[in-house]
């Protein structure tokens, strides 16, 4: 049953924040702007910083209305729109938000403790993605959490609803920190990210997939490199199963673009023995 309200847009805002200005009482000092904009970055902010509680239904349902008018804003689109590229009839490569993609699942490049971003309008993807599911996507992280008992292993996966974004699952994946040399080790857990993804994909009855530029941002995984492995091991994959109908790689760097479209157009497999080469 779809949600309703009487509220306006803009009651709806500021309803939000002052809900969650009394759910955090060290936050209720803080002026709401008065305009959009501010009030905006104001409840994402208090989005990304609420820690892993119940929240109130009313709460909810007009979050979920304001999130689905404001991704309706955006845009969405069809990954079944996009074009393959010409070597392989189920990848594709686009560059965009990787929250406005309609698809089977969506990776998030997430950190061991698997709870989101914290820090308040991060540009990560982590916090992107976060505060486009809404809050519930935390909760449910945390319940997978709590039942493990212990940090999210690198090159390991978990698989969550995707609340309110347009795709229908999330995948979330703990890619490895790159702080010196880039290791063989580095390469090998790199690739265990994709492949546990496509993994618990198949596993889920999930035919399309979008992945991230898993690494490469704050974890300082060598772009090129980092494609390289995720072009590899996807190919590799999608010829020994064929379950998986669509894998999009998403990129949101021109730099990434061009790499990709290299490594994509040519066909040639890309993994190297040695780390760094």
């Given amino acids: ?19 969650m200005q ?22 994402r902010s208090l989005m990304n910083v609420r820690p892993p509680m119940p ?8 979050q979920d209305l304001y999130l689905s008018e404001e991704i309706a804003a955006r ?6 729109d996009l074009v393959p590229v010409k070597e392989n009839g189920r990848i594709c490569l686009w560059q965009g938000d990787i ?20 820090r308040p309008c991060h540009s990560c993807i982590d916090n992107i993605i976060h505060s486009y599911a809404g809050i519930q996507l935390r909760l449910a992280c945390n319940e997978i959490m709590e039942a493990q008992g212990h940090e999210e292993p690198v090159g390991h996966a978990k698989l969550t609803p995707a609340f309110n974004l347009p795709c229908d699952s999330i995948l979330h994946t703990v890619g490895p ?5 880039l290791r063989r080790t580095d390469c090998r857990l790199l690739a265990d990210c994709y492949r546990s993804c496509l993994e618990l994909a198949v596993e889920n009855q999930i035919t399309s997939i979008a992945f991230c530029c898993i690494s490469t941002g704050v974890f300082c995984f060598p772009q090129e490199r980092a494609a390289e492995i995720a072009v590899e091991t996807a190919v590799g994959f999608l010829k020994q199963n064929e379950s998986v109908r669509q894998v999009i790689f998403d990129v949101y760097t021109d730099q990434d673009l061009v790499i990709y479209q290299k490594l994509l157009e040519s066909g040639v497999s890309y993994l190297r023995n040695s780390a760094g080469e």
Avoid: H, W
């Fill in 1 to 19: 049953m779809k949600n309703e309200s009487y509220k306006t847009k803009e009651e709806r805002l500021r309803y939000l924040i002052r809900t």
């Fill in 22 to 43: 009394k759910e955090m009482p060290q936050y209720r000092g803080i002026v709401i702007p008065e305009d959009s904009a501010g009030q905006k970055q104001l409840l």
């Fill in 55 to 62: 929240a109130d239904p009313e709460f909810l349902a007009e």
């Fill in 75 to 80: 845009g969405i689109l069809e990954g079944t």
């Fill in 99 to 118: 929250t406005r993609l309609k698809t089977g699942a969506i990776v998030n490049a997430a950190n061991s403790a698997l709870l989101g971003c914290f």
């Fill in 177 to 181: 920190i790159i702080t010196g040399p």
